[in-house]
């Protein structure tokens, strides 16, 4: 069976054009921890990623360690992702103090881990290693379905002209936002990548 890879199977969700798009978001699954703060200077935002890397990457070598869930498939790893909340004054992110920022950090799991395995998998990391948050993950499925997107070519800072594209795009096809939140997927690793070349799909639920 071909190895599944988000990159080649599901470009709608993950590849966007440099330019707004609709597109309907079905369920997916999702390891999860929620903090607030600046993502910059927080450790706890650290702690998070390292929680949630941790887990996946479990998850991603089982057969090596001979406890892979039923129906494993070879995968490849998806993208770290973010829900960030957003102050009604500032829909673009622009006027945002960062040290108020609330936000859920998620990575995708496959279709074949299920809760119970999940579940199993944090109970075992949290016994081969002493990651501070682990206790705080959770797992669940999540349904976006109608949404607009976009990739966002550079630094964090610069979205707000990412997001003035979206909202043109809802005004122009008379579509309007369902909550503040929006959702950010991390194609690059803002940990070794320079600025100006991140890669992030920034996605809005609309109706």
């Known amino acids: 069976m071909d190895k599944i890879d988000y990159k080649k199977d599901e470009k709608a969700f993950y590849l966007p054009p440099a330019k707004?798009?609709?597109?309907?978001?079905?369920?997916?699954?999702?390891?999860?921890?929620?903090?607030?703060?600046?993502?910059?200077t927080?450790?706890?935002?650290?702690?998070?990623?390292?929680?949630?890397?941790?887990?996946?990457?479990?998850?991603?070598?089982?057969?090596?360690s001979c406890s892979a869930p039923e129906g494993y498939r070879e995968y490849t790893v998806y993208p770290l992702e973010g829900v960030w909340d957003m102050d009604d004054r500032a829909d673009d992110f622009a006027e945002l103090?960062?040290?108020?920022?609330?936000?859920t950090l998620m990575m995708r799991q496959p279709d074949f881990v299920s809760e119970e395995y999940a579940l199993e998998t944090i109970a075992a990391v949290?016994?081969?290693?002493?990651?501070?948050?682990?206790?705080e993950v959770t797992f669940g499925e999540i349904e976006e379905k109608d949404c607009v997107q976009i990739m966002h070519i550079g630094p964090f800072d610069d979205e707000p002209a990412s997001f003035r594209k979206l909202a043109d795009f809802l005004a122009e096809n008379g579509l309007s936002r369902t909550e503040t939140a929006h959702r950010e997927i991390y194609l690059s690793d803002f940990r070794r990548t320079a600025p100006e070349k991140l890669k992030t799909v920034l996605r809005w639920k609309v109706q």
């Not at 706890?44 to 998850?59: C, I, N, R, W």
């Open 20 to 40: 707004p798009v609709r597109v309907t978001i079905p369920k997916m699954k999702f390891f999860m921890i929620s903090g607030t703060g600046d993502p910059n």
């Open 42 to 64: 927080s450790k706890t935002f650290s702690d998070a990623l390292q929680a949630l890397y941790s887990l996946s990457f479990t998850v991603k070598m089982s057969p090596k």
């Open 97 to 103: 103090d960062k040290n108020l920022f609330r936000y």
């Open 126 to 135: 949290q016994r081969k290693k002493a990651l501070p948050l682990l206790s």
